[in-house]
């Protein structure tokens, strides 16, 4: 059974001074669109759970493409290693420029740096040109940026989870002051709520040898016997 996140990243913009021009969108993340995990982070298990009881926060960055439909040929969202996510393939941009914060709201988030009408920015989509979107999700302990993340996916050194929603459709984002923000959360073709799977860290290099040579030990003591 899928476990609701305990405390989930924020989906942030860029800062609010270059926002203008810059395409506008609403997270819009409901009890219906909530993102959850595949097990329950550190062991704990429920859904629901909020700080103090929560041991994992999240990270969440927004990708766009006026260009592509799919993320390398797939549409349907990315649960753990099983997939090429958006920040490696081609014709994404990153909407969210390393720009990450994190709240204590079950399965939701919100913008960290919301402009006045409470919508976020897109980095570098002009205002009301239309695009598709994907959002990635990862635990914090894997790395605070898109490149910590792309790092541990080669090598991965500690167990954490990590996701990418499908792909929405055509969505065309906002002018601030001038339209109104599109909603990214919703059904089709909006983005409905998605999952972040468990990834096992990967056995440090001297527990293998340890290992190798324990079963080599084991050999040698039933060969004397």
Partial sequence: MKKILLTLGLLTAVAVGSSYGQGTVLFGNTGGTRISTNSGPQGVTGVGLVAPNSTQSFYYALFYSTTQTTVAGVSSGIVGTNGTYAF?????????????????????????????????????????????????????????????????????????WIGESSVSGPLTPGILGSTSAVTLMGASPNIPGFVLGEVVAAPEPGTLALCALGGASMLLFRRKK
């Avoid at 420029?97 to 709201?105: E, I, L, R």
């Avoid at 960290?112 to 976020?120: E, G, I, L």
Wanted: aromatic share 8%.
């Fill in 88 to 160: 490696s393939a081609s014709g994404w941009s990153d909407g969210s420029q390393g720009v990450y914060s994190t709240n204590a709201a079950a399965g939701r988030f919100q913008p960290s740096a919301p402009n006045t009408d409470q919508s976020a920015s897109v980095s570098g989509l002009t205002g009301g040109t239309t695009a598709s979107f994907v959002i990635v999700g990862w635990s914090a302990n894997i790395g605070s940026t898109v490149g910590a993340l792309a790092a541990y996916l080669q090598n991965p050194t500690v167990t954490g």
